[in-house]
């Protein structure tokens, strides 16, 4: 294996295989010397199976299993034989080939929560040799214990999907039957998920009235308001800083400027009193944390939010009615279409509203607007 180090015909000998006369480079030669022995020892332990000629590839540089502070085994090449690669691994190869933000910050929460499953295990990483649908179920039980929500659920295997998709594409030996088995376990979970709520103005008026005793409730209440009154993403939410909220003396207003983590789109959020006020509360960073939807269900219970909610679906060609209480179900991402939702009520116009929420098409913005049953009454009433 070539270290790189020029040493000169005179510091060499040749018979004994040392350094003569420079005690600097035989020194560099011992450390890389027994780095080299500490990695081979880590990587036996993890793979003590592991044949000789493929531990001949890795310190060659024709394969690696992973990356190791202080040295770099192996090059940037791909990992050519799936015995030594483990899903995080293909994770980071996966992440080094990308260059859209979001998509490398998906999947590394995706190796983050994998890690944290594998740590339950007492092991570091699965060799995509031994990756299997029960493997991949106990990860979703791992993920379902954790109390996540079931759009966060989703979304970690849809990357995990996008992840395998991808090694298989690019010849990293990857079981397209485990890529169908996981895109059938996310789509499982989507069947089971009920739809997407919104509040309309009598209820969004019911959290703006309450008074929380709980600490925690008095949070998620100012939160959930300056989302519903700013319709942005929850990834824009979690990376919102007192950078990125700006004065105009033009306009004389403050207001928020975004560029979206999912879409790379640019808008203004304006700002009233009322949600800067929030913002300054809390030094410019909204108090949201993993368990803010359980806080959100609790603070919609205790304020009264127990509308039915009715979901009609078809599965193997019969119909299957499922009923909620609005506050079983709601979100924090109910707040976007709250936002849309009473903005229509209200009488903006489309485009002034996907101006502020970054929507690219009518299209899809349509999907945010819920309909409140006196909606439906006044078009009746039209024709009296």
Known sequence: MATGIKIKSSNWNNSRK???????????????????????????????????????????????????????????NKILDSQVLTLPNLIDEYIESKSKISTKKNSRTLKSNLLSFLKTKNITGI??????????????????????????IERLLNNMKTVLNWGYKNKYNIDPELVNFVSNIKNSINKDKPKMVTLFKDEFKKIKEYEPENPRISKIKDSYIFMCKTGQRLSDYKALNKDSIIYSNERNLWYWEIKQIKVETNVIVPLNQE???????????????????????????????????????????????????LYDIITLHSSRKTFVTIGIQSGINDHVITKVTGHS???EFKKYVGIHNDDIKNLIDVFN
């Open 18 to 76: 040392t350094i003569t006369g420079d005690i600097n480079l035989s020194n560099q030669l011992a450390d890389i010397e027994h780095q080299l022995l500490v990695n081979l020892k880590e990587i036996i332990n993890e793979y003590p199976n592991l044949h000789i000629s493929n531990i001949v590839k890795i310190f060659r540089g024709k394969t690696r299993v992973g990356k190791k502070p202080g040295i770099i085994i192996g090059s940037k």
């Open 127 to 152: 060799p995509l040799n031994s990756f299997s649908e029960d493997i991949i179920r106990d990860f979703l039980f791992f993920l379902q214990n954790k109390e996540l929500s079931i759009n966060y």
């Open 275 to 325: 949600t800067y006020n929030i913002l300054k509360k809390y030094n410019f960073k909204l108090p949201l944390h993993s368990k803010s939807n359980k806080d959100l269900k609790e603070l919609a219970k205790k304020v009264g939010l127990d509308r039915e909610v009715v979901e009609n679906t078809t599965r193997n060609n019969k119909l299957i009615t499922t009923k909620y209480k």
């Open 361 to 363: 098409s009518i299209k």
